[in-house]
């Protein structure tokens, strides 16, 4: 954990603020998750839900503390673009053939697209307005949770060296299934090759939860990723082993890599995304690994505050300082209070904003919403600036 205490001095009249900023999920987690859990998880999980139907939304869902790890999703979806050991970011760019830079695409897809995730545990849905403004280098990524009520998240990165720009847009909606919870993750993930002139266009796979028999999480579904100026396209299936966790592969990933216009398969995909996925040529067996787990997603460093005079008050790890905080020194009437503080101030925000007839607007993105193309986010500005928090190369 790193906190930064912001607005230090005589002549600062605003309270003090901090900012804490955790370790990111990644493979090594599991070691360390213990400093996160509560006694009897799985009995607490299951009492919660003791009295909701299957098919029941949870949206509106709100948890306790001790359901929490000290971290916003906002951060858990920054997190997952740049909190890498490798980067295939770049990569991407600098392949020279077309076919090359769309298998290094579909790894960069399954690296932003799963990450270990600690059972029973979840973070905290992030507020209206909130941000999460982080540099990795030359890469600058913002957030914002652009709506509350159903929960939005857009992301924008940039990447002046590199030519290489994202534009994410998250609606995450979690359904109880008697034993499990599925979240759907709606929305559409772009990226750009602004010097090759191409533009991929992904999904994202849902988050699954199961309770019994034997309690686990994975990352389940079907992902499409499309780029219309080569008309190479991908179909990967995620999938979980059985319910009984006696069959099938954990965290597979099978899939194909093909000619839109013609539907010749070109690559065949398969492997575990906590491990080794490859791709194999159909034409001369040849397997190449296109993603590494333990290369990329493990020894993750902490961000750090670079100059934390300019960390914006609704950056995540301000909004969220005092209940992170309670959660890793376990002070749980702490976490509770602070997190009913956090809630009870945006609830006076959106009664100041009713009593005053305004709506409110995004400050970084322009949304629409259709019912034929769901939520859509766009940047107002034409890059992202560095960021005051960073992450260490």
Sequence with gaps: MCVV?????????????????????????????????????????????????????????????????????????GESLYCVNKDLLSGCNQEKNPLNRFLCVVGWSICTSTRPVIFGLAPYNPVLGETHHVSRGSLNVLLEQVSHHPPVSA??????????????CQNPVPKFQGASVETVVHGKRQLKLVSKGETYVMNSP????????????????????????????????????????????????????????????????????????????????KCTVIYNAKEIISGLKTPTTKDSQEVWPSESAVVWSEVSQG?????????????????????????????????????????????????????????VPPAPISVPL
């Design 155 to 168: 992301l924008y990165a940039t990447d002046e060296k590199e030519n290489v720009e994202t534009i994410w």
């Design 327 to 383: 959660i890793l020194s376990k002070d749980w009437e702490k976490a509770r209070e602070a997190k009913k503080t956090v809630e009870e101030k945006q609830r006076e925000l959106l009664r100041e904003r009713a009593s005053r007839g305004e709506t409110w607007v995004p400050k970084h993105f322009t949304v629409t919403y259709t019912k034929e193309g769901g939520w859509d986010c766009s940047p107002i500005q034409n890059s």
């Design 206 to 285: 849902n988050l699954f939860i199961r309770f019994l028999p034997i309690p686990g999480v994975d990352w389940v579904g079907n992902v499409k990723i499309h780029c219309k100026e080569t008309g190479l396209e991908a179909d990967l299936c995620y999938k979980t082993d059985s319910f009984l966790g006696l069959r099938g592969k954990p965290r597979y990933i099978k899939g194909k890599i093909y000619d839109f216009s013609t539907s010749k398969i070109l690559y065949e995909i398969e492997g575990q995304w906590d491990r080794t996925v490859t791709a194999k040529d159909v034409n001369n067996g």
């Design 5 to 77: 205490q912001v607005g230090e001095g005589k002549e600062q009249q605003q309270p003090e603020r901090e900012v804490v900023l955790t370790k990111p999920l990644s493979l090594d987690i599991g070691e360390s998750e213990g400093d996160y859990k509560a006694p009897n998880l799985l009995r607490r999980v299951l009492s919660l839900f003791k009295n909701l139907r299957p098919g029941s939304d949870l949206t509106h869902f709100q948890l306790p503390p001790v359901f929490n790890f000290p971290k916003s999703q906002l951060q858990c979806f």
